[in-house]
C-alpha cells in the first residue's frame, strides 16, 4: 500500500503555549464575529459601592419606610423617632406608583418590588416638586426596607430598588437594608442605623402592638354599634402607644438605680459585668416598667367605650399568601380587607409575629434535620462515649436556646394580648402547623412563607375558625404558585373548604373582587346556616336571645369574653350558644376586665 505525505509548511504549527491560546483566541474571536457576539470586552457585575450613612448625619438624615399598615408603620415611626432619628412614612402605594415602577424597573418582577419602588420615586418626585434638589434628596434621605436571599425575586429586590432610582435620575440614593433570614441586622453594616437595646426592644414591642392593634380593629369593626366609632378609637389609641414609644425615658443604671448601687456602678463604668447589667435592666424596663403598662391601661379605656352587637352574623374569611400582599391595605391587593369588610365579612388577618415565630422555628428543625452532618467529629466511634456526649451537648445547647426565643416571643407577644383585652388570637404552636402541613407540602421547602399557606388552610378550615381562605400574592409569585398547586390535593381531602387564590398586580380589581363576591357567597350561606344551626339546638328564638342581651349590657362589652365552641365559626353563633347556657343557668355572666379607675391621660401613659 503506497502512503502518501502531504506537504505540511512548519511555520504554521505553534511552537508554544503562548502561541496556541494566541490562535485559539483569534479562532474564538471569528466565530463570535460571525455569529454577531464580538460586544468587546466583558465587563463582569461588581455590586455598586453605595457611599455609608454615617453617625455624624443621624441628625439631618431622614429615613423612609413603608408598606405595612398603619398601625405597625405609625409605631415603627415613633420608635425611630424616640432613638433620635428623623422618620417619614410613604404613603400608601397606589397604582400610579406600579406604573412608575414598571417604567423604570426590569420586567418581569411581582407587584410589591413594582409598588414599593414606585411609590418611593413618586415621593422623591413630590419631594423635588416642591423645590428640593435631587443632590438634597439624595444627600438628606435613606430608603429603609427588608431583603433577602433565597429561591424567589426577594432575593433581587435590592438592585431592582437601585435600578429603578437609577433610571428616575436618583442615582446615588441609599437603601438600607435587613436580611429577612438575619432578623433586625443592617446588611450594608453601616453605622449610622444602630442597633442599641433600646432601639432594639423598642422595636420589638412596636411589632408585637403593631400585630395586636391591627388585628383587633378587624376583629371588632364589623360589629361595632356606632358606625365609625372603631376607627375613631382606634386613632387615638395608636397615638398613646406612639407616645409611649417616643418619649418613654430609657433606663440608664447610673441614674435610676438606688443611690449605693449607682455609686458602684459608676466606679466599674465600662466593665463587661455592668454592660450586661445595664442592658438586662433596659430589657426589663422595656416590657414591664409601668409606663407600658399603663400605656395598656389607657388603651384598654379607650377602647372600652366601643359598644358591639355580636348577634350580626358574618362570615369569618381568613386571609393568607405572599407577606406583603396580605399584609398592605391598598391598591397592592385591590383594598381587600376594605372590599371584604363593605361585602359584610369579618376579615381574620395574619400577624407579622407568626413570621418571626416560623423563622425560629426553621432554625431549629433544620439543626435537628441536619444533625449528623453538622456533628464536630464526623467519624464517632461507638466506644468513643466523650466525643459523643460533646456533640450530643453542642446540639442541646443549640436547641435550648432556639426553644427559649420560640417561648420568650411567644410570651411577650401573649402578654400584650391579655394587656389590650384578649381579644386578639394567641400565635398558632409551629410544631403543629407543620404536622398539618407535611402530608400535603414538606416542611423544609424553601421560598415565600415555606408550609405556612398549606398549614394555615389546613389549620383554619379542620379547626373550624373560618368559613373560607382568600390567599393573596403577587402575579407570577413562585412559592405561592407552588402551594396553590398543592391546595387542590388539600381542598379535595377537605370537602367542606373555601379557598380562593387571587393574584394581585396593578390592574384587574373588578375581575378579582367578581371571584371574591362569587366565592363569598358560599361563605355567607355557609355561616347563617352555622347560625340557624345554633339557634335551633337552643330551642330559643332570636327575639328571646335579644331580649336577655338587652337586659345584660355587659354583654355588649367589647372585652366580655365569649368561648369558642368547636365547629362553630361565626362571632353570631358561638354567642347565641353562650348566651343560651347563661339563660339555662349553665353559666354565669363572666366578669369584664376593668380598666383601674383612675383616668389615664396620655402623659401619664409614659411616665409623666
Not at 494566541?22 to 459601592?49: C, I, N, T, W, Y
Not at 435600578?163 to 437603601?175: C, E, H, K
Not at 389590650?420 to 403543629?432: P, R
Amino acid at each position: 500500500m503506497t502512503r502518501i505525505d502531504f506537504p505540511v509548511d512548519e511555520l504554521t504549527l505553534p511552537h508554544s503555549e503562548e502561541e496556541i491560546q494566541r490562535k485559539l483566541a483569534q479562532e474564538r474571536a471569528r466565530l463570535a464575529s460571525m455569529m454577531g457576539l464580538d460586544s468587546g470586552p466583558v465587563h463582569h457585575f461588581r455590586r455598586p459601592a453605595e457611599r455609608p450613612f454615617t453617625a455624624e448625619e443621624r441628625g439631618k438624615v431622614t429615613i423612609l419606610f413603608g408598606g405595612l399598615t398603619w398601625k405597625h408603620e405609625r409605631v415603627i415611626q415613633a420608635v425611630f423617632e424616640g432613638c433620635g432619628y428623623g422618620c417619614e412614612i410613604l404613603p400608601v402605594p397606589n397604582v400610579s406608583a406600579f406604573q412608575l415602577g414598571k417604567e423604570y424597573g426590569n420586567n418581569g418582577q411581582c407587584n410589591p418590588t413594582y409598588f414599593t419602588v414606585g411609590n418611593l420615586v413618586q415621593y422623591l418626585q413630590g419631594l423635588q416638586a416642591r423645590g428640593m434638589t435631587k443632590d438634597e434628596i439624595i444627600n438628606n434621605h435613606v430608603f429603609f426596607t427588608a431583603g433577602s436571599c433565597g429561591p424567589c425575586r426577594f432575593g433581587m429586590y435590592e438592585s431592582e430598588y437601585r435600578l429603578a432610582l437609577q433610571n428616575a435620575g436618583f442615582d446615588g440614593f441609599r437603601v438600607l437594608l435587613f436580611q429577612q433570614n438575619d432578623g433586625v441586622k443592617a446588611a450594608s453594616g453601616e453605622s449610622g442605623l444602630k442597633f442599641t437595646v433600646d432601639f432594639g426592644m423598642g422595636m420589638f414591642n412596636a411589632l408585637n402592638l403593631g400585630d395586636i392593634m391591627n388585628e383587633m380593629i378587624y376583629r371588632i369593626r364589623p360589629y361595632e354599634v356606632e358606625k365609625g366609632k372603631t376607627d375613631e378609637v382606634f386613632q387615638s389609641s395608636i397615638d398613646t402607644l406612639c407616645t409611649l414609644l417616643r418619649e418613654r425615658k430609657p433606663f440608664e443604671d447610673h441614674e435610676d438605680l438606688p443611690e449605693w448601687m449607682a455609686k458602684k456602678v459608676r466606679a466599674n463604668k465600662g466593665k463587661k459585668w455592668e454592660i450586661w447589667v445595664n442592658s438586662l435592666a433596659k430589657v426589663r424596663e422595656q416590657l414591664y416598667g409601668n409606663p407600658y403598662k399603663e400605656a395598656l391601661a389607657a388603651v384598654r379605656e379607650q377602647l372600652a367605650t366601643i359598644e358591639v352587637d355580636r348577634l350580626r352574623v358574618k362570615p369569618v374569611v381568613k386571609i393568607i399568601g405572599e407577606f406583603w400582599a396580605q399584609i398592605t391595605e391598598g391598591d397592592g391587593n385591590f383594598h381587600m380587607f376594605e372590599f371584604l369588610e363593605g361585602e359584610g365579612a369579618q376579615v381574620l388577618v395574619e400577624p407579622i409575629g407568626t413570621w418571626v415565630m416560623y423563622m425560629m422555628y426553621q432554625a431549629k428543625a433544620r439543626a435537628a434535620a441536619r444533625r449528623p452532618l453538622d456533628a464536630p467529629y464526623k467519624k464517632v466511634k461507638w466506644y468513643e462515649l466523650r466525643k459523643m456526649a460533646v456533640n450530643e451537648l453542642k446540639f442541646r445547647r443549640k436547641q435550648w436556646l432556639w426553644g427559649v426565643g420560640e417561648r420568650v416571643y411567644a410570651r411577650q407577644y401573649h402578654r400584650v394580648v391579655e394587656g389590650l383585652g384578649n381579644i386578639a388570637h394567641h400565635l398558632v404552636d409551629q410544631k403543629e402547623m407543620a404536622a398539618m402541613a407535611n402530608p400535603f407540602y414538606n416542611e423544609f421547602a424553601r421560598g415565600g412563607e415555606g408550609h405556612l399557606e398549606v398549614g394555615k388552610n389546613v389549620w383554619y378550615t379542620k379547626n373550624r375558625l373560618c368559613h373560607m381562605v382568600l390567599a393573596l400574592k403577587p402575579f407570577g409569585c413562585m412559592p405561592s404558585s407552588q402551594s396553590d398547586g398543592v391546595q387542590s390535593a388539600v381542598a379535595n381531602h377537605f370537602k367542606e373548604m373555601i379557598f380562593l387564590p387571587i393574584e394581585t398586580s396593578g390592574e384587574g380589581e373588578i375581575n378579582a373582587h367578581s371571584r371574591v363576591q362569587m366565592a363569598l357567597g358560599e361563605a355567607k350561606v355557609k355561616a347563617r346556616m352555622e347560625f340557624e344551626q345554633a339557634l335551633k339546638s337552643t330551642g330559643k328564638r332570636l327575639e328571646d336571645i335579644k331580649d336577655y342581651v338587652a337586659k345584660h349590657p355587659e354583654l355588649r362589652n367589647l372585652f366580655y369574653p365569649v368561648p369558642h365552641v368547636h365547629g362553630y365559626a361565626g362571632v353570631a353563633a358561638n354567642f347565641v350558644l353562650h348566651v343560651n347556657d347563661l339563660m339555662n343557668g349553665k353559666k354565669r355572666l363572666a366578669r369584664v376586665p376593668v380598666t383601674p379607675p383612675q383616668k389615664l391621660t396620655v402623659a401619664a401613659a409614659y411616665g409623666d
